[in-house]
């Protein structure tokens, strides 16, 4: 008897998740795309789901579907194999967890029933999106409730009370500031080792899909353990750039657990990385039909405004170390001049310790619209009582003159508009306002680097420099950034002055 096109056509569908996801969105609006990059991930599922590898790590830049692979359609695609499987998603919070988890159980309600048998069967409350089940029909035509499913939890709400099969573990990072944050980076780490690694079942499998941020994130912390200790599980990490910075003909690579490592496995990855379906030469785009060229200029223009390190991190997916981890102390030219067209304003991030503690820093900082550059002029930096601090708020103005507008940053509250409202008063012969810090610190920090990283920030001789140079080597790991947050402070000022050429910030 012949087989039917159709029911060829649902027996390809239930091969890997990348059929699955052709199936499903075949006729939609947007319909699966295919990939190298995704083909590959999608071959390393295929090898774990077959017992040739339990820990996978894929590293790719945002928005090139390694999510919708992974977290939506790998764990509707195992269950429907695997219907006493227990999937576990994680991800950086509990929302964005439960997101991928009811995505998942929209794919296998839709099309389990037809391709696999099996349907999924819907916790009550809240648990319908974050902890489901799934039934299967058995031969008599009953549908018969099993024991897998799906637990969807964040780092910090936790996925206690349940084994995994397999654990998802999908951006555990939120952004720039929490990678770079030392407590987040503790957090993540005692949770994967005290939380996320103890839910494992015997042979469980890690699909582990991240956009690198910095040497130290989650992602670098395992594979440094892996490679630290043989007899950990070895991983199997496929990187892609955005961009070829050079020939690229092995991406994929094992790191790590050399006790553990099989033929099989170094085998499967000597063959992918010989086929040339997976090789790009330099220059080459990852994705050209989805991202070209311009695209691709324009992401790394306007989504990377922090300069060539978060460039190098987050779409080339090679975070940097660097001298300074987020100041570069090759970054700092200092000159001896300014020119006289510049526009000038001093930004102040106040404290008041007198003694110790937190210091005050008011730094001035220019712009010249002729050269197109900015020019860090003078540093006025302190540990004042809150009279103090007034007086030389007061007297740097004096002595700046005029033409040079003041700034302070004004903290949240009631408190921050009264204290903004006393130097209003107090310089009001001045061009003076108060401003909020908009975003998290490291962003603010790195729009700064991104001028210095294009050659248009100096630094002006003065006996402050290397107070100043010395602080923002050091972050964001530094006791101190009192600097650093005023001159980011002028920096945005300087940008926002309608005053001051649209052509400023140029990337």
Known sequence: MDISEEILNHKSATFSPADLAAYYTAGHAEPWRHASHLALINEAILLA?????????????????????????????????????????????????????????????TVGPKLFGVKTRLGTGKGKEDNWGVEKLDESGEWIRREGGMLAGGIKTGISGVGANLLIVDDPIAGWPEAYSETVQKTNWDWWKGTATNRLEPNGVVLYIQTRWCQLDLAGKILDLAQEQPDQFPWIVIRFPEWAEVDEKTPVSIVGGENNVTQELIDWAAEKNAEKRFHRMKGDLLWPKRWNLRAVKERKAKSCEGGELMWQAIHQQDPQPGSGMVFNPEFFQIVSTVPVDAVRVRYWDLAATKGGGDWMAGVAMSYSPEEQAFYIEDVIRGQWGSGEVEVNVELAAKLDGYQVAVRIEEEGGASGKLLTGIYSRMLSDYDFAGRRAKGPKINRWRRMVGAMERGNMYIVKGEWNQDFIRELSLLPGGKHDDQADAAAGAYAELIEMDRLSPSAELV
Do not use: C, E
Not at 87 to 95: L, N, Y
């Open 49 to 109: 789901y077959n017992g040739g590898v339990q820990r996978v790590a894929a590293f790719l830049p945002p928005r090139y579907g390694k999510s919708h692979l992974i977290s939506k359609y790998t764990p509707a695609w195992w269950l429907g194999h695997r219907p006493d499987a227990k999937v576990v998603m994680t991800s950086f919070s509990h929302t964005r967890a439960t997101d991928w988890s009811k995505d998942a159980r929209d794919v296998l309600a």
